[in-house]
């Protein structure tokens, strides 16, 4: 069988990872072959992209809304009406937050400690995403609010799908067996409920959060261990996932 000549061009998947185990090339800095390596085109035009870009910085002040989306064109020089580019209204800040956050992430390059476990990684770069969340938590309940909403069911399971790849792919994880779904689907209930415990933590620097994060991820860890069949554990990590969708106000 024949794969293309440059691996970066298949997306995390475990085709891709037979392809890089085919040719030799998975490295002892984990992520090198990790296709980031090129420059990846931003999802939203550029005049789009400028205006989010502009009203983020207005998103603590004014939340999730379309107050935030004019104030954001306004402080670049484009009309009021210029929000009618974003057909999703607010939305539209939710997901350019979402999307920018976890390429920001796809950057990351092997930690300085290239001998760190691939454990180690994603708690690490599972609780980078998170703190990332901490200028704007005080409205994150404005965003999971819009992330449940029926229209935007779609983007946000995919964004969490897309994100729980991100980490476990640039953690080292080379997994082409079935393993390769069900860690994602764990680590993507775990990021979750993480996230939701976060908009009430009030420790310093989400201290308290960071070790919630700990804890379920070791307690998945556990389960791998100790529950032999792996469809029951499958399910473990499923029911946590629609109970933080129902606590985000989807009807499951």
Known sequence: MAFPKSPCSLRSTPLRRLALRYQGAIPKCRCTYHSYNQAVPSPFPAAESAILSAAIAHVPTHGFTATALSRGARDIGYLDASVNLFPTGAFALVHYHLVTQRLALAQERCSENASSS????????????????????????????????????????????????????????????????????????IYASSELFMTQDTSPDFADTEAFLHRRLDGAEKAKDTIGMMGTWIGVQGIGLVNILRSKGVKI
Not at 132 to 150: D, F, T
Request: glycine content about 2%.
């Open 118 to 189: 691939i454990n180690a990684e994603i708690r690490r770069l599972a609780w980078k995403r998170l703190h990332a969340n901490g200028p704007l938590i005080h409205r994150w309940q404005e965003a999971l609010a819009l992330l449940a909403l029926p229209p935007y069911l779609p983007t946000s399971i995919r964004e969490l799908a897309l994100l729980s790849d991100e980490i476990l792919f640039l953690a080292g994880d080379v997994s082409v067996d079935t393993s390769w779904y069900t860690k994602r689907a764990a680590l993507s209930a």
